[in-house]
């Protein structure tokens, strides 16, 4: 499971960091997931290795342009490049309004359906073969969600001392039973795969949040999760100067709650255009690392643009490999 | 009078070329023009002189998202930078229709004004003090204008023999007069400005054209031109291969009408994103030179993003300066 960070700037695109989008790899096809897509996201898939026909779905945290200014484009550009296949996109009703107006105006046809999933529906969840997808309403201006990603595929151990204690002999139904299949042998036994499998080791979760002023909303959904990635659009003092209006989160309370629920890795991101890289002047964004790591202990990581993270099946995060050039890096 | 592409790729991006979008700067203040402005132009103005603030007015060809859908995120970035100042959008009117939508769907306050012009309006015309403004209806899928750029603001040079002839003392009254001003002297006489004044030169006139298959409608513009940007989207080959569903030009097409109406300097751009640097695989956009060349003398250019050409008051072009860095260049 791999996460690929497409944009890590809050609000606007600054030269090194473009507004925020996450690309999240799973399951043996080379199928992806993008969370999130602001304007230029397209751009920056380019210098990546995902292509916009394996994608299998993009979900929407909220509304606000710096998280999906980028849809039309690249719903336009999938179908250039040849997509066919139906793309999900699980978003807040208004995000359906607004591509439907913009293909409209712009009198763009897609080769492709598009199924819009309204992630506000009662017991939404939405699954393929590689992942299942759940939600949690966050506080923020506008209506706001963490996806939280669980592998759906860890495979099922045969238990094969068990098949040959109740005679079932190796051969293609013991493939079946480990697919998950129950099977009706020749001499009528009816033999159930879970009753000769086992699932020797926890799913891999992740939980993407969106903007956010309340991490703890997050408690329980972070509790089997191995990795959070979270905004921190500025330090405590920014914060307080800035008032609580925007929404948004700190280092410090974003680190403090990672602290309390014990949580092995965080990724922060989102920040505030207002922070630079070390070669350029004003308010630097090691200070939001710094403010974290007086607060969490764990294994903690500032996102970039193009940072890959890996997330074994040991749990064990990799550090972050950096993958395309050029684009938005200086 | 300057231009600076910041996007040359047709339909989508490519590594080194984003799609349409042009900035053309005149006048004394740092005022200038955006013309067209796909997704990602907010990105590629990062890496020029230009500000979101200073910007006077954007004019949109047509409604196809590559010259287009870059509008809502750099509507919004120019707030965030502290514009107060109107902002004129000239555009089809389903660009209006496009930007209230997305602006209400994300929930987006602009903190200045936006005035909508429909370009398609009968005896269109909008100037300020450096520039005015006329249009051409082209041949596309869909409405498309070019747009003509005249300067607004040659200098007059006073007609100081004249003046002393007829007894007005040189002081205060000749620079009224020099402003185009008509002044009544103390001894009840008046003054008419264009009397006493001439206009040395002629005013530079550049036609930016948007999507077209039929240069041959800009024959009137271009007459008093000395620069056409046209789109010649492939050569003659890929465009027979093509078809002419798209209603694109051919290099062959724009090259053989520059010579015909003896326009001085050409510069070509949206190349088919099939069209790669030298270093990649595939044709080259050095074909697009070499058909150009076979039926135009004057002289051309195929323009690269970040790619600057004056102008000069002599109607001499310079040769492309490169400004910015990095981003969608490899």
Request: hydrophobic share 40%; glycine share 8%.
């Amino acid at each position: 499971m791999d996460l690929t960070f497409l944009g890590t700037s809050a609000g606007t695109p600054t030269k090194v960091r473009n507004v925020t989008a996450l690309a999240l790899q799973h399951g043996n096809s080379r199928g992806w997931y993008l969370i999130d897509c602001g304007e230029g996201t397209q751009h920056q898939i380019l210098r990546t290795r995902h292509s916009l026909v394996r994608l299998r779905a993009i979900f929407i945290t909220h509304v606000h342009g710096d998280h999906c200014y980028g849809l039309p484009g690249l719903l336009a550009s999938a179908s250039m490049a040849g997509r066919k296949e139906k793309l999900y996109i699980v978003a807040p009703g208004p995000i359906k309004t607004m591509i439907e107006a913009v293909l409209l105006a712009s009198d763009t046809r897609l080769d492709y359906e598009l199924a819009f999933i309204d992630v506000g529906a009662l017991g939404f969840r939405w699954e393929d073969q590689a992942v299942r997808v759940t939600t949690v309403p966050l506080s923020h201006r506008v209506p706001c969600y963490a996806y939280v990603f669980t592998e759906n595929d860890v495979p099922k151990q045969l238990l094969t001392d068990r098949l040959e204690e109740s005679g079932v002999e190796a051969g293609p139904v013991w493939g079946r039973l480990q697919k998950g299949e129950n099977v009706t042998l020749e001499d009528g036994r009816l033999i159930l795969s879970d009753e000769y499998t086992a699932i020797r080791r926890r799913p891999r979760r992740v939980v993407v949040g969106g903007d956010n002023d309340n991490p703890d909303l997050l408690r329980e959904a972070c509790a089997e999760a191995q990795l959070l990635v979270h905004e921190a659009t500025y330090t405590q003092e920014v914060a307080d100067r800035v008032g609580p209006a925007p929404q948004h989160s700190s280092a410090a309370l974003v680190a403090r709650f990672a602290e309390s629920v014990g949580l092995p890795h965080l990724v922060l991101t989102h920040f505030s255009s207002r922070y630079q890289m070390m070669s350029a002047g004003g308010p630097q964004v090691s200070e939001i690392a710094v403010e974290a790591r007086r607060y969490y202990r764990g294994n903690l990581h500032l996102a970039e643009d193009f940072a890959t993270y890996f997330l074994n099946t040991d749990m064990s995060l990799n550090a972050p490999a950096m993958v395309g050039s050029g684009s938005f890096r200086s």
